[in-house]
């Protein structure tokens, strides 16, 4: 049983077991150490390991791995197929972006407020029906979505179990920074 309420619009004829999640993502840099500075200097991920030239892989160049908690790994990052190259152009198919999850809103502001204190421009907020959203480009020019679910309670669901309309509208984001008073 799925500790989420909503009900699909369509489901699989094999689902998956409802306790699978995204485990890390493992994007490619041109710089390991331009992107080190952001994720852990700005945002305060540890580092879990960071090498170069990693003997038995098969290839050539940097990694880094990044965590909250211990975690073998939330983020990877290698510049194996990708060292001092350009961000992908709009226009082609791709990863759109990725959602770092944080467990509380007063840690959405955290990170937010060291956002502010780094000069990280935001692109937009969105305050979604079930969560709150702060998109950003990392220095290789990938989407960054910092997030907050909100209570499960509070998702707008339709009589059937369906994910309701999502208005949308901006964060607050002064008052997101009340959150650490």
């Known amino acids: 049983m799925s500790e ?9 004829a094999n689902p998956i077991g409802p306790g699978v999640h995204i485990g890390h993502v493992h994007l490619r840099t041109a710089d390991t150490a331009r992107i080190r500075h952001f994720y852990v200097d700005i945002l305060g991920f540890d580092v879990i390991a960071e090498a170069n030239d990693v003997p038995g892989w ?10 909250a908690g211990g975690y ?3 983020l990877g990052f290698n510049t194996w197929k990708s060292k001092d190259g350009e961000p992908m152009p709009d226009g082609y ?6 959602a770092i999850a944080y467990p509380t809103r007063r840690q959405l502001a955290d990170a937010y407020q060291r956002l502010v204190a780094a000069d990280w421009p935001i692109r937009t907020s969105i305050a979604h029906s079930t969560h ?5 480009l990392d220095p290789d020019g990938n ?4 997030m907050w ?11 059937e179990g369906h994910l ?3 208005p949308g509208g901006e964060v607050d984001l002064d008052g997101l920074l009340h959150e650490l008073d």
């Open 4 to 12: 989420y309420p909503i009900q699909p619009v369509a489901r699989s």
């Open 58 to 67: 098969g290839t050539t160049g940097d990694i880094l791995f990044v965590s």
């Open 72 to 74: 073998h790994h939330h």
């Open 93 to 98: 198919a791709g990863l759109h972006h990725v």
């Open 132 to 136: 709150d959203a702060i998109y950003l």
């Open 143 to 146: 989407t960054l979505e910092l």
């Open 149 to 159: 679910d909100r209570p499960v309670e509070e998702w707008p669901l339709t009589p």
């Open 164 to 166: 309701g309309p999502d």
